[in-house]
């Protein structure tokens, strides 16, 4: 049992996006005094990109203005903006936490989130980009039946971008409630009322826009603790690591792969979640529309792979450079952590800490730049996850307005003008529903939800999309079922698993502790073959009429796929 | 598309070379990082004392450290070699078929 519980709080710890993790949950959060430095700094990012919401507004007038930005940001600039969809709050504070905790079993989930961008730009960055135009399902519905395939695809997008702003919100409301000391419900409804003002306003253009300068802060901010903090062991990591097995509880132990070696099956399961649930992201994928070609959408993933790799280094060298120098700063630890002289005791290094692991990169920018650099630290958290649900509320709107009422219900006969009144009344309705849900979810144990987006995206969006790309015998009803099949198990298999029937619905085994039903904690193992295999079978034994004109339409699929040709216009600029 | 033009870029001896010669080469790399990424997994699973081997004796730092920071740089640089060569040969490749249509 011991090896699930502690896969459960890696999990929870780890899985992108996540500020929620268990210590922040389990517990009552307690509310810190206001920041001021903190809450100027936060006044100041808010001011500057509302600034930058109403240039785009002006700039905001068709279609792809609104999805796409016109199609008009350059490789590099999208390069900064996945990577600021990707480098979280919670991969920041997460995993240097994790790190703080475990030492090199961080540096193992930093690789499992970065090796899925390597695959997405040699199978489907370029593909994407000549097939699509604004939204993924564009992409995997090119030459199928619209009204199935992009209703099967506006639906996972949805349940993908549903579970994730819950985390999200949620996540958001406790860290802002720790970092600036305001109530949880008014921290929710800031972050949802400015991601609404930006997406209905600024469209892509300012979410854009808003993802590059959080990037860019979040890197200089990141660079500049870990350089603060090697400067203490005079650039020697060799010195950093020797003090730091020295000061662990786990001694030794922190510099070598810990709690994943018990369990095989689970690690290439998450693996598996991690590096193509990546490929599936509606939001990460609708980037590629933003570019006005091929080519530099190749370049944004090149970028985007080298900033993000550089973070996780980055997060590595703040967890280690922490274990070190938090034990000094006795008045990060909780009373009871501390002996009788006022020193850290060891045992308690981990445990003790105030706000949990979570906040270890919070206390390491007071140690290393005092208040002013804390509240630096503390106003770009709050940004990015501003950032990021503008970026999963966009997707979100566009999955409705784009995909299912302009194709499905309108049948391709609404015009522009509609179609994006129709995607601002959906943004108000997602910042809405993100609202109600992040307020109500409040206490709720929303570990599992980042976990489960990852393993929809992984079993409904990506086989769908890969398959449609490379297999010419793929079929409307291979499309449709397999893609259904990948979402309903991922879910199910969920469910079944210990993060929702032990520890969200109260099931406990024999001796008292949450259980599950299987014993996977991600589902992408068995969802994305099941997923793959129903496409397969399901086209192979399809000879409907519909599946002759799908097969026949691969051709020239294949050839705007691999030349471009007939793309141009794709962007309508 | 028309079915003509469909026809006529199938059976250009450049689209066959492009489609080709990019296959391979996508798929190589896909295998490539695959092979790296699983192969540290399975590493981790079965022999995890090798990965926490000291880089030399008397040393803290164990060979797991040079090892992970490798697989991030080799993410990076497979990334950077499919670019320069689709920015480079492929785009070439497409730039040529484009021309021969409008000949």
Avoid at chain 1, 19 to 28: D, E, F, M
Avoid at chain 1, 455 to 474: C, D, E, G
């Amino acid at each position: 049992m011991k090896r699930f519980a502690t896969w459960g709080v890696l999990f929870a710890l780890l899985t992108p996006f996540m500020i929620v993790a268990a210590p922040a949950l389990s517990g009552a959060v307690e509310q810190q005094s206001m920041n001021m430095t903190a809450i100027y700094m936060f006044i100041a990012f808010v001011a500057g990109t509302l600034g930058i919401t109403y240039w785009a507004a002006k700039r905001t007038r068709s279609a792809s203005d609104f999805y796409t930005a016109g199609g008009g940001i350059t490789g590099f600039q999208n390069g900064l903006a996945i990577a600021g969809d990707y480098m979280s709050a919670a991969s920041f504070l997460g995993i240097s936490g994790l790190v703080f905790a475990s030492g090199y079993d961080g540096l193992i989930y930093s690789i499992g989130f970065l090796v899925g961008w390597p695959i997405i730009m040699f199978l489907i960055a370029e593909q994407i980009r000549n097939l699509g135009k604004f939204t993924f399902a564009d992409v995997s519905s090119y030459r199928f039946g619209q009204t199935q395939v992009r209703t099967m695809a506006a639906v996972s997008s949805l349940v993908v971008v549903a579970f994730y702003l819950i985390a999200q919100m949620v996540g958001a409301g406790k860290l802002i409630q720790l970092l600036f000391g305001l109530d949880y419900w008014i921290a929710v409804v800031i972050v949802g009322v400015l991601m609404m003002v930006y997406v209905i306003f600024g469209g892509m253009t300012a979410t854009t826009w808003v993802q590059i300068i959080k990037a860019v802060l979040l890197l200089c901010g990141a660079t500049f603790m870990a350089v603060a903090a090697l400067n203490h062991f005079n650039f020697s990591p060799e010195e950093m690591f020797r003090q730091a097995v020295e000061i662990s509880p786990k001694g030794d132990a922190i510099m070598a792969p810990g709690s994943l070696v018990t369990d095989p099956i689970n690690a290439i399961s998450l693996g598996l979640a991690l590096m193509f649930g990546t490929a599936g992201l509606p939001h990460i994928l609708m980037r590629f529309f933003t570019v006005p070609d091929a080519k530099e959408a190749r370049k944004s993933v090149f970028y985007a792979t080298g900033f993000i790799g550089y973070f996780y280094i980055l997060t590595f060298i703040i967890g280690f450079a922490a274990i070190v120098l938090l034990a000094q700063h006795p008045e990060f630890f909780k009373p009871e952590a501390l002996a009788a002289d006022g020193t850290v005791i060891k045992a308690q290094l981990v445990s003790g800490i105030n706000g949990g692991t979570n906040m270890v990169a919070i206390h390491l920018a007071e140690a290393v730049g005092g208040n002013l650099f804390l509240g630096f630290i503390s106003a770009v958290a709050f940004a990015t996850i501003l950032a990021v649900v503008s970026g999963l509320t966009l997707a979100g709107a566009s999955a409705i307005s784009h995909d299912l009422y302009a194709s499905v219900i309108a049948r391709g006969r609404s015009n522009e003008t509609t179609e994006i009144r129709v995607s601002k009344f959906a943004t108000f309705g997602l910042g809405l529903v993100a609202i109600g849900l992040g307020i109500a979810f409040e206490s709720q144990n929303v570990a599992f939800m980042v976990g489960l987006a990852f393993a929809i995206a992984a079993s409904a969006n990506f086989p769908v999309l890969v398959a449609s790309i490379f297999w010419s015998k793929m079929t409307t009803r291979g499309a449709l079922i397999g893609g259904f099949a990948g979402l309903i198990s991922a879910v199910v298999l969920t469910i079944m698993s210990k993060a929702v029937w032990g520890d969200v619905l109260g099931n406990v085994g024999a001796d008292g502790k949450p259980v599950g039903l299987i014993f996977l904690n991600n589902p992408a193992i068995i969802s994305i073959p099941i997923s793959f295999v129903c496409i397969w079978l399901f086209s192979i034994l399809d000879s409907s009429d519909r599946a002759k004109i799908d097969r026949a339409a691969f051709d020239a699929q294949r050839i705007r796929c691999e030349t471009g040709i007939g793309a141009e216009g794709a962007s309508g600029h | 598309m028309k079915q003509t033009t469909v026809d006529a870029i199938k059976d250009h001896p450049r689209y066959q070379e492009l489609v080709c010669s990019r296959k391979c080469f996508a798929w190589n790399l896909t295998v490539i990082m695959l092979a790296i990424y699983y192969g540290f997994i399975l590493v981790i699973a079965f022999a995890p004392k090798l990965l926490g081997t000291p880089i030399s004796p008397g040393a803290v730092t164990t060979v797991g450290i040079p090892v992970g920071i490798i697989i991030i740089l080799s993410a990076f640089i497979l990334t950077g070699i499919y670019v320069s060569k689709a920015n480079g040969k492929f785009d070439e490749l497409t730039k040529a078929i484009r021309e021969d249509l409008q000949a």
